[in-house]
């Protein structure tokens, strides 16, 4: 490349155009990241942050705020070894959370550039990422494990995209798990693409059928929702939900079932408008199950595990999950960030690649 003083630029230099490109990402996901921090200190309060560290320690020891969330591990694990250095508790939960974040923002990147064939497809991804994770955020609650539910997210669909082994999947399911138990989703993705591939590719003959991915997923994710189990038995002292939220309705139970008052609360933001615009939540459900149909249509059989992967985890919060904390659409955002371009490709993208 030729310079002003009409010296070339042989690219020997530390910033060469190649790293540039490399660090760009890495440095727009930082900012983006610390400004997501400081949004939250302003929006939660000092105060709501640290009742979130409380929170990841009590995991640790035995007093979560509710049952189902003592085997969620992996957060608070990582927030435990980054103390090791010396920093506190509090500091090393603010340091893991950033790291992760600024982690989804690149994988958001680098996968939305595969899929885009440019770099405008992986800026696309980050921003939307960081904008739904500012339109999912409602007080008083941000886990530690939200944070890791986007991560594995990204990582799925970046796998799938690459077409990766079975046993890459299996892995990946088997750290989600550490951290939720909707690690059992990415089971469902396992299980449903491979069967339809099988059946694609040798319908009934099942002598000839590639069992790896059937298999792996549905024993995985069998295995997973045991484990997990055996992990809340075994460490669980008490649960604290009930004093700190004054609810003993759910103490002690597996699911928490929340189907009518969900159903009710969508009804309520359908039907009235405020400048909160909680009609979101709702449009953000139906977007989900809405292209993820579409996909189907559009590329068959290839896109039916990452059509039941969506819809399922659809209908799951919206019987289980708690839908007044948004945070738990959480787990929709990566297809939410990555699914429009899918619709978009000729061909699939695992075809592509």
């Not at 709501?48 to 020891?61: H, P, Q, S, T």
């Not at 690459?162 to 909707?182: K, Q, R």
């Not at 559009?298 to 904390?325: K, N, S, T, W």
Request: proline letters at 3%; hydrophobic letters at 55%; a positive charge.
């Amino acid at each position: 490349m030729t310079m002003s003083d009409g010296k070339t630029d042989t690219g020997a230099g530390p910033l060469t155009g190649r790293r540039m490109e490399t660090l760009l990402p890495w440095g727009a996901a930082l900012l983006l990241c610390l400004a997501q921090w400081r949004h939250m200190l302003f929006y939660f309060s000092g105060t709501g942050v640290a009742r979130w560290v409380d929170a990841a320690n009590g995991v640790l020891i035995g007093l979560p705020h509710w049952r189902v969330y003592q085997s969620r591990l992996l957060g608070p694990a990582l927030v435990k070894l980054v103390s090791f250095t010396g920093l506190s508790f509090f500091n090393a939960y603010f340091l893991v959370t950033i790291v992760l974040l600024t982690c989804c923002s690149v994988l958001a990147f680098e996968t939305g550039r595969k899929l885009g064939g440019t770099r405008t497809g992986g800026w696309a991804a980050m921003l939307t990422l960081h904008a739904l994770f500012l339109l999912t955020q409602a007080p008083p609650w941000l886990y530690i494990w939200d944070f890791l539910i986007l991560l594995t997210g990204f990582a799925l669909l970046r796998l799938m995209i690459a077409g990766a082994p079975w046993w890459a999947y299996l892995i990946l399911m088997a750290i989600a798990f550490l951290n939720h138990e909707s690690g059992f989703f990415i089971g469902v993705w396992m299980g449903v693409q491979g069967l339809a591939d099988n059946l694609a590719n040798h319908r009934l003959d099942w002598r000839r059928w590639r069992w790896g991915l059937m298999a792996a997923g549905g024993l995985g994710g069998i295995a997973g929702l045991e484990i997990t189990e055996v992990i809340r038995s075994a460490l669980l002292v008490r649960e604290i939900g009930p004093e700190i939220f004054q609810d003993t309705s759910n103490t002690g139970a597996q699911i928490h079932l929340k189907l009518f008052q969900n159903l009710s609360l969508l009804g309520q933001w359908f039907t009235s408008f405020d400048y909160s615009f909680q009609v979101l939540v709702p449009l953000m459900l139906l977007a989900c199950a809405g292209i993820a149909v579409a996909l189907v249509v559009r590329h068959g059989y290839r896109a039916a595990g990452l059509a039941a992967y969506v819809l399922v985890q659809v209908v799951a919060l919206v019987i289980a999950a708690e839908l007044r904390e948004t945070r738990v659409l959480l787990q929709l955002v990566p297809f939410l960030c990555l699914g429009g371009r899918m619709l978009t490709q000729h061909i699939w993208p695992k075809e592509a690649a």
